[in-house]
């Protein structure tokens, strides 16, 4: 064949190469444009997440309308990890989640955490240099939003409080993980911050599947602490918290069947009106010791978690932007006016075991206790809050039959007894876990720093990690308690 032939057939082959060639680049560029990894600085994002949906009152109440009918609060399976492209955050959180050593709190002056700031360094380089993704594609997909909260959350608290505190008092939180919490907040109608669903409730795999769905059976898998000593006590501090949500979901079952009957047609006469006070005395005789169990699994606490461990190496860690008075102003890149944001962290506050106990019984709280309560309502995830607006609806029921009834009178007031006594004890683990520790504050490594923030630690309330100053909400929040007392 002649020299003229191949060369033909070359430059066939040729050109097909480079069409397919060319094909390809295409394509890759229109998928580099549509997707969430584009690094085009996106328009500033501003914090508007949608009303919750009005109750349907003609719906009869039940909690299992807004809550796994098996797991209560958790999700009925451990949660999913992030789908590509989203993973890249599982493993920047993975490389200060582990048993090696990583970050220490920014605040901590001892060798031992001054020894681990270049390290802390690197890792907080990382997450600046990640593109700020769009979550869109996952919007619709609640299990995968939730562990995006969880981690994007959480890997906002490690970088925040592994920053050596700046002198001007701010902080700004990169958009690469502070625009995506936002956006993926307002969508879950959650605070863009860590709240106790993050620590707790989205938080655990289970041991063994084939096991009962049950606090002993989870492994908590992100902790502050995975590589020091305080991994336990931060661990079991979770379990015992995770106790309390299984057994405050034995009191939301049992006030579906209160509410059930409380919901029965009027009664004809006294006999029959006498059964029926019996009936509602009886589901209150029952919620009252499951809340004293729930006071016991509480006081449980200290056997397993340290006070010292807690106050210095947990807690610390919870702090949002408003917890300390004083503390950091955080600023998140890319979002519009930060100051309307609710970032005071996680909370016991935020668990809604004992505001659905509240909702029942129409507990009022008081100036000291009420601002702090409505405000946890904003960590918790929406359908809870939905739970607690259908079943303040009720509470009007049971108040008239207790003023009508004196076994239902009695019966109502012993279970106030149990939540004062529950509130009581938790004042007294507060004085343990906070105040105690802050009044005897050591003046070495993270104690030292603390006492240098600004003025000393003995001159400081002692706040919540939820925000409040703390003792003063606690007793506010046990006398409203007994003042429902009839």
């Known amino acids: 064949m002649s020299h003229s032939y191949y060369q033909s057939l070359f430059q066939l082959w040729f050109l097909s190469s480079l069409r397919t060639m060319l094909a390809i680049v295409q394509r890759l560029l229109q998928r580099l444009v549509a997707s969430p990894t584009a690094t085009s600085t996106p328009p500033p994002l501003r914090w508007e997440p949608e009303p919750d949906a009005p109750i349907d009152l003609e719906k009869p109440y039940n909690h299992s309308r807004y809550l796994d009918a098996e797991t209560g609060a958790f999700p009925s399976k451990p949660l999913p990890h992030l789908p590509q492209p989203f993973y890249a955050f599982e493993e920047i959180l993975a490389l200060v989640n582990g048993p090696l050593p990583a970050l220490s709190l920014g605040e901590d002056k001892s060798e031992e ?52 505190p700046p002198p001007n008092k701010e902080i700004v939180v990169p958009a690469s993980i502070a625009r995506p919490l936002v956006q993926v907040s307002q969508w879950l109608k959650i605070a863009p911050v860590l709240t106790y669903a993050d620590t707790v409730l989205w938080n655990f795999e289970l041991e063994d599947e084939a096991k009962p769905f049950t606090a002993n059976n989870m492994t908590f898998t992100t902790l502050f602490n995975m590589s020091n000593e305080a991994s336990r006590d931060e661990s079991e501090f979770y379990r015992c918290c995770a106790w309390i949500e299984q057994r405050g979901f034995d009191c939301t079952k049992l006030i579906t069947s209160l509410v059930e009957d409380l919901e029965s047609p009027p009664l004809s006469n006294d006999l029959d009106k006498a059964d029926y006070h019996e009936l509602i005395a009886g589901h209150l005789r029952v919620l009252a010791p499951v809340v004293h169990d729930l006071t016991d699994i509480l006081m449980s606490v200290k056997n397993s978690c340290r006070p010292n461990a807690f106050y210095s190496s947990i807690r610390p860690w919870y702090r949002g932007s408003d917890t ?110 906070v105040v105690s520790p802050k009044d005897k504050c050591p003046i070495t490594g993270l104690s030292a720093a603390m006492s240098q923030a600004g003025c000393p630690a003995q001159q400081r309330k002692s706040r919540g990690t939820g925000g409040n100053e703390l003792s003063t909400m606690l007793k506010g929040s046990r006398d409203s308690t007994r003042s429902m007392r009839v």
């Open 324 to 433: 300390e008075g004083e503390g950091l102003r955080w600023v998140y890149e890319g979002v519009e006016d930060c100051g309307s944001l609710e970032l005071s962290g996680p909370s016991a506050g935020q668990t809604s075991t004992f505001h659905v106990l509240d909702a029942l019984l129409g507990v009022q709280h008081n100036d000291k206790s009420r601002p702090f309560m409505e405000r946890m309502l904003q960590y918790m995830p929406a359908e809870q809050r939905a739970l607690l607006r259908h079943l303040q609806h009720h509470s009007h029921f049971i108040r008239n039959l207790v003023n009508e009834s004196e076994v239902v009178r009695d019966a109502y007031n012993a279970v106030l007894d149990a939540m004062a006594k529950f509130r009581t004890d938790h004042l007294q683990v507060a004085v343990r876990y």
């Open 113 to 164: 955490a001054i020894s681990r700031r270049p390290f802390g360094e690197k890792w907080r380089a990382k997450v600046r240099a990640q593109p700020t993704l769009d979550f869109t594609p996952l919007k619709d997909d609640i299990p995968t939003l939730q562990r995006a909260h969880a981690v994007l959350a959480w890997l906002v608290h490690f970088y925040v409080h592994s920053t050596p």
